[in-house]
């Protein structure tokens, strides 16, 4: 393929001229590829001598010999093949760009980043996410949804690595703001086939749930941060060594397969405590009640997509 014209020497290009019409550019490019003037004008719907004279305009922009023209007709110069070729790279790269702004045309209108806790990632953030592509078919945000615990939620909210983030738990970092979603409770949770399953009143004192077999979130986890304060409040504490697992499901899991017990999200075992296959325990003097919220960095401003799930989170008209 025939190269440009080297830059000239030191780097300093020609002053700034007019731009070549594309649709110059396009005549010579279908000249080319035609054969002849008269083949290009068929293929763009034009007439012979309206294409004769764009040509002529070509030539006399660039200032190039573009076209031989003689008594038998006229065709290409060595020059007019040249050039030719860069002007069909031209044509190509306007088309890949009219190609990419019909893409983004189609495309969803925006993008955004949240952040959850567990249990609300898997409990309620579905419901949100549904409702909002079911109200704009097609044109609904894209949304990415990082699961997290509620401290590294906080954290990603506050480096602006998400817009919103939703947390379980009571204490919030400076520089964040934030609304109540919804009021929650945690539920101790222990298989059918465990001794506390078969009294009467299913219940267990403070004691008992911290000497028989509990297992727990890891340190950050909105649901360990609740029963710990809860526990404070009650006059006790979790020991410091204790089994921890990272997701709902593990410690359900422990606990349908063991002995184990566990203090979970109402939400995440609802269905559970239906079938039969968990079985809560009341722990007297043991306040496991909690907010859910939503929060956002102070001083910013919440873009439409954000602004939109946020009513959704909300219930907000």
Sequence with gaps: MTEPPPTPPGGALPPRRERTSLGLLELLVAT?????????????GISQPSASAGLRRLEKHLGLELVARSTRGARLTETGRATATWAREVIDASDRFETSAAALREAPSARIRLAASLTIA???APRWLATLAAAA????PDVELLVRNSRAVMELVLSDDAELGFIESSTMRRG???????????????APTHPWAARRRHTATIDELLGGGLVVRERGSGTRETLEKSLVAAGARL??????LGSTASLKTAVQHGSAVAVLSRLTVAE??????LVRIDVPGLDLSRRLRMIWKDGADLSAPARRIAALATGAP
Aim: glycine letters at 8%; a negative charge.
């Design 176 to 190: 964040l703001r934030s609304r109540t979603l919804a009021h929650d409770e945690l539920v101790v949770v222990v």
């Design 239 to 244: 020991p410091d060594h204790l089994p921890y």
């Design 32 to 44: 080319d590829g035609h054969g002849s003037i008269s083949a290009a004008a068929r293929a763009l």
């Design 137 to 140: 078919p097609g044109a609904a």
């Design 272 to 277: 559970d405590l239906e079938r039969g296959t």
């Design 122 to 124: 898997e409990y309620l």
